[in-house]
């Protein structure tokens, strides 16, 4: 069964530079959630679009924006670095109405800010 | 705000059962759910359990859920080397939006 697919699967920027994560959906899933998940900690919520729209809204610096495109998948901008985005950015899936609201993950994307 | 509570360490034989505790405040936590997490990979999912349950098995694991205490709880039975990861207990509920909430995760180390 096709999973959350995410890339980079690595990426290593400097301070101030920017970076774009990229998230593709499971198929026909209408909602997306990101993660960000430092050295040894859990994961925190960042931000989630549900059909295009952002639909809630955690700890993200204003730093970093997102959005959901017309074909579902995701985008995560992270502009002028910091050696503290250094973490696992994680992204899921879920299709909204089902109550179990389960979210599939992707395997990631290692970031790491020099 | 919410809050999801884990102890960080468990350390078991390899066929021993283990079991690993969880705690939650929201109230309004309609589902919560087991990750695991191997070195450097994916938070998998491993099993959910509805708020209005109190137990769900799934072959070798075992959910035991205590609404009135917020407690919460994952059993694995005949516990192999494979199992050592890191297991973080989430919930979600109406007044999160659908995001999940994690805890700190427990790290599983299994001894042959």
């Known amino acids: 069964a096709a999973g959350v697919i995410q890339s980079p699967r690595h990426l290593i920027k400097e301070k101030r530079e920017t970076a774009t994560l990229k998230c593709y959906p499971i198929?026909?899933?209408?909602?997306v959630y990101w993660y960000q998940q430092g050295p040894g900690q859990d994961p925190q919520f960042l931000i989630s679009?549900?059909?295009?729209?952002?639909?809630d809204k955690g700890s993200i610096p204003d730093r970093f924006s997102a959005q959901q495109f017309s074909d579902y998948h995701s985008e995560l901008n992270m502009s002028s670095l910091e050696l503290g985005d250094s973490a696992l950015y994680f992204c899921?899936?879920?299709?909204?109405?089902?109550?179990?609201?389960?979210?599939?993950f992707g395997a990631g994307t290692r970031l790491s800010v020099l | 705000g919410e809050d999801v509570e884990q102890s960080l360490f468990l350390s078991v034989r390899e066929g021993d059962s283990s079991v690993i505790n969880c705690t939650y405040t929201?109230?309004?936590?309609?589902?919560l759910y087991w990750y695991k997490q191997e070195p450097g990979a994916g938070l998998q999912l491993l099993t959910y359990i509805f708020s209005n349950m109190d137990m769900k098995q799934d072959q070798r694991l075992t959910v035991l859920l205590n609404k009135k205490d917020k407690h919460l709880s994952l059993r694995i039975a005949d516990t192999q080397t494979g199992d050592s990861a890191i297991y973080f207990c989430a919930e979600s509920g109406y007044n999160q939006g659908g995001k999940l909430i994690f805890g700190q995760g427990t790290e599983l180390s299994v001894k042959p």
């Open positions: 198929p026909r899933h209408d909602t």
């Open positions: 929201d109230s309004s936590s309609t589902y």
């Open positions: 899921a899936s879920s299709l909204a109405g089902l109550p179990k609201n389960i979210q599939y």
């Open positions: 679009f549900y059909e295009k729209m952002q639909s």
